[in-house]
DNA sequence: TTTCTACTCCCCAGAAACAGCGAGGGGGTA
DNA sequence: TACCCCCTCGCTGTTTCTGGGGAGTAGAAA
């Protein structure tokens, strides 16, 4: 493994990457500068229309979509709920469906050490950047405490690079919801019936429909659950 | 200004940290560290429940919480749809209550320069980093593309401090939902109407609401979409 | 073996949410 | 000034969800 990374050519090179194809690029440059088996950047979208960049190879990554694998997987379950990077070993993988992915992961070439970091973007954005390789825990852990910190900034141009090329491809401005919309959808989102609601915010309950139906319609929801669920899962709101 | 951070030092800071109220020696050390004016972490919560550590005058930080401050800093608002660490200047300072709360800002000590890194983490937790200097253009310019990497570090650390403390303020068990159960409420998040989702899992609807009553009863919700929110804010689900 | 949990199905009545309509006042922007 | 968005209130009928109840299977755990 290397010893110091060169952050000049690392920012010079996402500076030349203008596709998600590109990025592809990016990923097999920093896996040779770290001197690592696998490097990945995930964005995790709950619908399946997950994207990024990686080294493993493409029968996994087709294999993990098929599977909807991002639905089981320890690492994207147990990151999404922490902040800090996250190493394989310290998830929970004592569940049947768990262990069962895990056998399927390695005997694809996935190596046994892994460490993950969670990125959060605006709008509920959620992405993964994990790196990957064989080794004994104490080889790992002296790579980790040695690049721990390079790693976090790694994921976070990489992220920034991604978001851009999102931005990109969908340039719909989801206008914001107004204040009173954000305060009915919270309330809502709380367990609150609209008759609750509507008294909390004194106002009449047919104005709450008002508000509901608007968030709903900018939201582009089915019905109020989807809408909550929507602004939730964009940031918007905040329970 | 200095010109390189001892990162052990920090992070050892950082490791003795053990309240919210220490955390603002971390503060005053780092400003002293970088030879900067102010130095503020400010963790954003939409209930206007925030709190943080900061340089600044206690007179403004009151000031800032009473006139509610957060709802049209264009500071917190353009960070919050941004992931890359934002420069003041670059922010829309056009609006009429923009203008006036830039001038009550630098009329209470907050120099002209600013550089705010958004930072987020798990459930919409939302914060900023920010460092402020009274310099001109150039100096400010040479100050960033010198620290730029180190602050987006100091960021992300102090927020995992934050988050550690504020997990020990509210602990919870969650108990886990079944796999039957995660398919339903799924798919209502989805914005499937019973019948749909019922039909999409191959079950009558009454089999159907039998789960999201159980869904229900674990997740201690009072109704489906409470149960929902619930479901995606303690990450049981992804949508 | 017993026990527990997960999964499946069924009934009913009342409460709540839904969809779509219209209308007026206030405030900021162009 | 005109325009657009936000906030507020109103009506009607239809669809859907809610909250109780009970009952049987299979598989895993104790």
Redesign the interface.
Known sequence: MGTELD?GQIQQDLENTNTLDELSGVAFRLRAMLGIEHLTYHW?D??GDQYGCTTYSDTWEERYRDKNY??IDPV??GC?????PVDWKSLDWSGKVAKAFLQDAQSHGISNQGYSI?I??????FALFTVNHSCDDETWQQFISTYG?EL??IA?YI??KA?EFEKERQPESPRGLSPRE?DAI?L??????RAQVAHSLSISEHTLRVYIESARSKLG??????A???A??R?L???
């Open positions: 952050w995790v709950g619908a991002h639905r994207i379950l999404f709920q922490r902040f800090h969670p959060r973007g605006p709008n509920g954005q910190r976090i900034l976070h992220n920034r978001l954000i919270t809502l989102a709380l367990g609150y019936s929801a089915q019905n109020t659950t989807h909550i669920a929507t939730l899962s940031g709101i905040v329970v």
